[in-house]
């Protein structure tokens, strides 16, 4: 064959060739899954940060959406759908479900050990010095609880003390600037509290541990419609904090910056609370601290009326989906 036919012979197969990749379609990535979770500004909820960063999320086919949605809007949101998950305290889960909220707790997140505190003036040295005072926390939340557990332990009446309401993150401020003698708030904002000349910690969850707890709740109608959903946000936040205890100073240094402090700042903080792996988390024991904890919270809410009634336990933890959670992982 002469050499000009086999020349053109070679560019008609490259034209063809490249024709045929040009029309042929690439394989296009997997559709995430969008899903809402409204968390507030506590330190615990870090590795879901760290989730989205490093793909974990992603891994999992979720786009994980976070919603600055306040605590005392979330029922509604719940109920009307518009919100998917939260990261709460038992606290805060038996409010809403007095309430009606579909929610349902389906692990831990965390647990304070030392990150919730009541930070009191030089001249108040123990819980029995706090009637009469003026304490700065945000109503009906975790600290008020925290606080009502104590006051409630040692028989004393939490109508004694000389309420200042703030929002979550203005309680730290209102203490500083002389408008109460403590205050009832947790990390970032305890070391905050103790910039005040004098200040110190009074009691913390590191005296009283199990009584806040956080957990992941999701919208009751998902969970049932569509459980494995539900436990691909589960693994991408175990895949989170494993990465964290095993990378530590990346992982302080990604999601310090959701917190405005410095990767240092946030290592020592966190201290202060105890994250439990999966393994843990499967142990009997465990949900068995986390039936306790929402026993003695709905007491002592109901007591000081904050609830008119106390809802049904079983109606408000799931645990079937951390024992069979890496069933239907790929």
Request: net charge negative; with cysteine; hydrophobic share 40%.
């Amino acid at each position: 064959m002469p050499r000009k036919r086999i020349t053109q012979t070679l560019l008609f197969f490259f034209i063809i060739t490249l024709f045929s990749s040009g029309c042929t379609k690439q394989p296009s990535e997997p559709k995430l899954i969008p899903v809402t979770i409204a968390l507030q500004e506590w330190l615990g909820y870090g590795p879901f940060y760290l989730a989205q960063e490093k793909g974990f999320l992603k891994e999992e086919g979720i786009d994980l959406i976070f919603v600055d949605e306040q605590e005392s809007a979330r029922s509604d949101a719940f109920k009307q759908g518009m919100l998917d998950f939260e990261g709460g305290s038992i606290d805060m889960l038996i409010s809403k479900t007095a309430q009606g909220a579909p929610v349902v707790a389906v692990m831990e997140i965390d647990q304070s050990f030392g990150a919730d505190a009541i930070v009191a003036a030089e001249n108040i040295k123990k819980i029995e010095d706090l009637p009469g005072k003026k304490v700065a926390l945000n109503r009906d939340n975790v600290g008020e609880t925290f606080i009502s557990i104590l006051f409630y332990k040692k028989g004393l009446s939490f109508d004694s003390v000389i309420i200042v309401p703030r929002l979550s993150e203005e309680i730290a401020e209102a203490f500083l600037a002389g408008k109460a003698d403590a205050c009832v708030t947790w990390e970032p904002q305890v070391s905050e509290a103790l910039k005040r000349p004098g200040a110190h910690i009074l009691a913390s969850t590191r005296d009283y541990p199990g009584v806040i707890i956080d957990t992941l709740n999701v919208r009751r109608d998902l969970l049932e419609s569509n459980p494995a959903l539900v436990k691909k946000v589960m693994r991408a936040w175990f895949k989170g904090l494993k990465y964290y205890k095993e990378h530590p100073l990346e992982a302080s240094e990604i999601i310090s910056k959701y917190y405005k402090i410095t990767p240092e700042q946030y290592r020592k903080q966190v201290d202060g609370l105890m994250w439990d792996d999966y393994e843990k988390q499967k142990i009997q024991s465990e949900r068995k601290e986390w039936l306790e904890a929402f026993d003695t919270v709905a007491e002592v809410k109901l007591a000081n009326g904050r609830i008119s009634q106390k809802p049904d336990v079983s109606k408000c933890f799931n645990h079937k989906l951390l024992e069979k959670l890496y069933e239907d992982s790929q």
